[in-house]
């Protein structure tokens, strides 16, 4: 077996071939520590990574490495989001080393909400380099020690290197190839948009197979329970690039009264064990949105509980 | 060519505020296209300004000249004669125009008429649509003759986005998504291979401003600099 590429658990957990499975933690609009120390609680132990967002929204939140740390204090392992809206190269890079050496060891490179959805929207969009170009420049940094200026680094940070995928959006024919450009530029693990259509997120997947990707990424399927008919019509309508069907509103509009985020519970484990035996899916990357205490009662009925210790 | 819009008029009059004698010249070039800064709209300036300082109780005299290409020396050349007569410009023109003027008559308060807005195309009379940022590494060859700088909203240079809606772009429903175009275009051309590999981090070229000297001129550029 090859070398491990850096440090990272969800590195470790995937390589021995468990089925991983990893959430997401949004740090505050303000600095306190206490908020993230609550919010890291229900998640430890429950999953394997956790994503720390950049930002999300274009709303400004407390910094994510920064985030990390906490994170890290607290026993989680962290995987650092990083958007190309915010940053130009030279920040990236220096905010990468300065992740590494406060032992951050996964990231997740991701182009960014445009600024238009915050509360900032004329604010200068940076746009330096684009997500695939981001996840070259992180293995260019790591496999070959150099920035991407050409220069020589010392002691080149060991990231783990994730990248997003939306296996929907149009032109769908296209998706596929956009993951195989990400799988070229150096990515080893993919975490897609939350996922709603199966049959679309199957024939995405088969396209992958086929095209050898998924031996080269590990790719992590994308689930979000709903809590309410209203979040899944917010999600259809008003998300960009998600594919709700009507089915999954129907089928939560179906639910008894007071049993409808249940139900969505119920959809989400019966995603995981559909991914569980899907060849080309390494693992489910939970994003239980504002719902964080809700993630070890997912993790319990998805079965996936205990976490392996690696 | 290059798109201007007509500032408010609040903003041109506070920037005139103390001036009694104002020559505004219109540019009869990109922004006498789109209607924001040729001869008309130099008038029609004058005449508003002079209504609304009248009511005021503090007239002014204007005067409106109109000049070939504000971006062109020879040109200016010919408001010598008159621009001691004012106590400020109003110019215009695009923001070259604006500067050119005003380093030609470096004791005058030139003062910009316009905001310039991008270079862009005449899609319709009053209808103007950018699509060139000036990137200075024109990707164009590749994506199918459309801007992916220019016309997607993060500039991604290896899209689409997952944020594309269909086929609009995240940002608004009817802004089109350029990484679908480029998709559609290049696929009914059989020439998705271009995009199938990744277009390298760009070398961004405008960053300082720039200057182009083209080979057969640069004995004459290196006479102006002995001056």
């Given at each position: 077996m090859a070398e491990f590429k850096s440090n990272s658990k969800l590195e470790r957990i995937l390589r021995a071939g468990h089925f991983a499975f990893t959430g997401e933690l949004g740090p505050p609009r303000g600095s306190s520590v206490e908020h993230v120390r609550e919010k890291a609680k229900p998640l430890k132990g429950n999953v394997d990574l956790v994503n720390i967002t950049d930002n999300q929204t274009a709303m400004v939140r407390m910094s994510s490495w920064a985030a990390s740390i906490i994170a890290k204090e607290e026993g989680l392992e962290p995987n650092y989001q990083m958007v190309c809206r915010d940053r130009n190269r030279l920040a990236m890079q220096g905010d990468i080393l300065g992740a590494y050496a406060m032992g951050i060891n996964n990231i997740l490179c991701l182009s960014g909400d445009h600024m238009q959805f915050g509360d900032h929207p004329g604010a200068k969009g940076v746009f330096d380099v684009d997500s695939t170009q981001l996840i070259h420049m992180v293995k260019k940094m790591r496999d070959?020690?150099?920035?991407q200026g050409g220069a020589e680094i010392e002691e080149p940070p060991k990231m783990f290197i994730g990248g997003a995928a939306n296996p929907f959006a149009e032109p769908f024919e296209w998706r596929v190839h956009r993951l195989a450009k990400k799988v070229a530029a150096g990515v080893d693990f993919i975490q897609t948009q939350c996922i709603f259509n199966m049959e679309k997120f199957r024939k995405w997947v088969a396209q992958a197979n086929d095209m050898g990707l998924t031996e080269k990424v590990y790719i992590l399927a994308g689930v979000t329970p709903m809590k309410s008919v209203g979040m899944a019509k917010y999600m259809k309508?008003?998300?960009?690039g998600m594919d709700v069907p009507d089915e999954i509103i129907k089928r939560l509009q179906g639910a008894e009264k007071g049993k409808v985020a249940e139900e969505g519970i119920k959809i989400a484990c019966e995603q995981i064990e559909e991914f569980k035996e899907m060849k080309g899916i390494a693992g489910v990357h939970l994003m239980a949105i504002e719902w964080e205490h809700k993630v070890p009662e997912i993790a319990e009925r998805a079965k996936v509980l205990p976490r392996p210790v690696v | 060519m290059i798109v201007a819009e007509r500032k408010p008029f609040d903003e041109i009059s506070d920037l005139l505020a103390g001036y009694d004698k104002v020559l505004t010249v219109g540019c009869k070039t990109c922004v006498a296209v789109c209607l924001a800064g040729g001869e008309k709209e130099a008038a029609l300036l004058n005449k508003e300004l002079m209504l609304a300082r009248k009511v005021a109780g503090k007239p002014v005299e204007t005067c409106a000249a109109l000049v070939e290409r504000q971006c062109d020396m020879e040109f200016l050349a010919e408001l010598d004669d008159i621009v001691d007569q004012y106590d400020a410009i109003v110019s215009m023109a695009c923001g070259a125009g604006v500067q050119f003027m005003a380093e030609r008559y470096p004791t005058k308060p030139v003062l910009p008429g316009v905001n310039t807005t991008f270079i862009g195309v005449n899609r319709d009379v009053g209808w103007y649509e950018e699509k060139c940022r000036s990137c200075g590494n024109c990707l164009l060859g590749v994506t199918g003759g459309i801007c992916p700088i220019t016309m997607c909203a993060k500039s991604l240079m290896n899209g689409p986005c997952g944020g594309t809606n269909q086929t609009s772009c995240e940002i608004n429903k009817?802004?089109?998504?350029a990484w679908y175009a480029i998709y559609q275009r290049l696929a009914g051309q059989d020439r998705l291979d271009n995009i199938l590999k990744m277009t390298e981090i760009m070398d961004w070229r405008n960053n300082v401003p720039r200057t182009i000297v083209q080979p057969g001129y640069e004995q004459r550029k290196a006479a102006f600099s002995d001056k």
């Amino acid at each position: 077996m090859a070398e491990f590429k850096s440090n990272s658990k969800l590195e470790r957990i995937l390589r021995a071939g468990h089925f991983a499975f990893t959430g997401e933690l949004g740090p505050p609009r303000g600095s306190s520590v206490e908020h993230v120390r609550e919010k890291a609680k229900p998640l430890k132990g429950n999953v394997d990574l956790v994503n720390i967002t950049d930002n999300q929204t274009a709303m400004v939140r407390m910094s994510s490495w920064a985030a990390s740390i906490i994170a890290k204090e607290e026993g989680l392992e962290p995987n650092y989001q990083m958007v190309c809206r915010d940053r130009n190269r030279l920040a990236m890079q220096g905010d990468i080393l300065g992740a590494y050496a406060m032992g951050i060891n996964n990231i997740l490179c991701l182009s960014g909400d445009h600024m238009q959805f915050g509360d900032h929207p004329g604010a200068k969009g940076v746009f330096d380099v684009d997500s695939t170009q981001l996840i070259h420049m992180v293995k260019k940094m790591r496999d070959e020690g150099t920035f991407q200026g050409g220069a020589e680094i010392e002691e080149p940070p060991k990231m783990f290197i994730g990248g997003a995928a939306n296996p929907f959006a149009e032109p769908f024919e296209w998706r596929v190839h956009r993951l195989a450009k990400k799988v070229a530029a150096g990515v080893d693990f993919i975490q897609t948009q939350c996922i709603f259509n199966m049959e679309k997120f199957r024939k995405w997947v088969a396209q992958a197979n086929d095209m050898g990707l998924t031996e080269k990424v590990y790719i992590l399927a994308g689930v979000t329970p709903m809590k309410s008919v209203g979040m899944a019509k917010y999600m259809k309508n008003r998300v960009p690039g998600m594919d709700v069907p009507d089915e999954i509103i129907k089928r939560l509009q179906g639910a008894e009264k007071g049993k409808v985020a249940e139900e969505g519970i119920k959809i989400a484990c019966e995603q995981i064990e559909e991914f569980k035996e899907m060849k080309g899916i390494a693992g489910v990357h939970l994003m239980a949105i504002e719902w964080e205490h809700k993630v070890p009662e997912i993790a319990e009925r998805a079965k996936v509980l205990p976490r392996p210790v690696v | 060519m290059i798109v201007a819009e007509r500032k408010p008029f609040d903003e041109i009059s506070d920037l005139l505020a103390g001036y009694d004698k104002v020559l505004t010249v219109g540019c009869k070039t990109c922004v006498a296209v789109c209607l924001a800064g040729g001869e008309k709209e130099a008038a029609l300036l004058n005449k508003e300004l002079m209504l609304a300082r009248k009511v005021a109780g503090k007239p002014v005299e204007t005067c409106a000249a109109l000049v070939e290409r504000q971006c062109d020396m020879e040109f200016l050349a010919e408001l010598d004669d008159i621009v001691d007569q004012y106590d400020a410009i109003v110019s215009m023109a695009c923001g070259a125009g604006v500067q050119f003027m005003a380093e030609r008559y470096p004791t005058k308060p030139v003062l910009p008429g316009v905001n310039t807005t991008f270079i862009g195309v005449n899609r319709d009379v009053g209808w103007y649509e950018e699509k060139c940022r000036s990137c200075g590494n024109c990707l164009l060859g590749v994506t199918g003759g459309i801007c992916p700088i220019t016309m997607c909203a993060k500039s991604l240079m290896n899209g689409p986005c997952g944020g594309t809606n269909q086929t609009s772009c995240e940002i608004n429903k009817d802004q089109p998504c350029a990484w679908y175009a480029i998709y559609q275009r290049l696929a009914g051309q059989d020439r998705l291979d271009n995009i199938l590999k990744m277009t390298e981090i760009m070398d961004w070229r405008n960053n300082v401003p720039r200057t182009i000297v083209q080979p057969g001129y640069e004995q004459r550029k290196a006479a102006f600099s002995d001056k």
